[in-house]
């Protein structure tokens, strides 16, 4: 079982900086194979891509949004992946969630391909 979780959002000033933590607290399996991705959403918005990795670390795409100043990383060891937020900006303010993707190894910015997701975390950034 694939359960994650998300944690590390909250409310911060522009320009400040948040790292938000994704673990899978399902007991089972681990989600060290299997590409992983965040994903954000702001009200009245679509889900918007940001960030995806391969299951080894080795590979990353990210979105335009989210280029220079957004940084994802994973722990195979400790079963997480990260997001690094950095310049953060009053419209990065959504609901920011993980998702693994276990039927590619390489980062994927689909949505509509990932197969597990976790509940998301509220991110807010004042100005």
């Known amino acids: 079982q694939v359960r994650l979780v998300e944690s590390g959002g909250g409310l911060v000033q522009a320009g400040g900086s948040l790292r938000l933590s994704c673990i899978n607290s399902?007991?089972?399996?681990?989600?060290?194979?299997?590409?992983m991705g965040w994903f954000r959403q702001a009200p009245g918005k679509e889900r918007e891509f940001l960030a995806a990795?391969?299951?080894?670390?080795?590979?990353?795409i990210y979105a335009d949004s989210a280029k220079g100043r957004f940084t994802i990383s994973r722990d195979n060891a400790k079963n997480t992946v990260y997001l690094q937020m950095n310049s953060l900006k009053p419209e990065d303010t959504a609901v920011y969630y993980c998702?693994?993707?276990?039927?590619?190894?390489?980062?994927?910015?689909?949505?509509?391909?990932?197969?597990?997701w976790g509940q998301g975390t509220q991110v807010t950034v004042s100005s």
């Open positions: 998702a693994a993707d276990r039927a590619v190894a390489g980062p994927n910015p689909n949505p509509n391909e990932y197969d597990y």
């Open positions: 990795i391969s299951w080894s670390g080795g590979s990353t």
């Open positions: 399902g007991r089972t399996f681990s989600i060290s194979s299997y590409a």
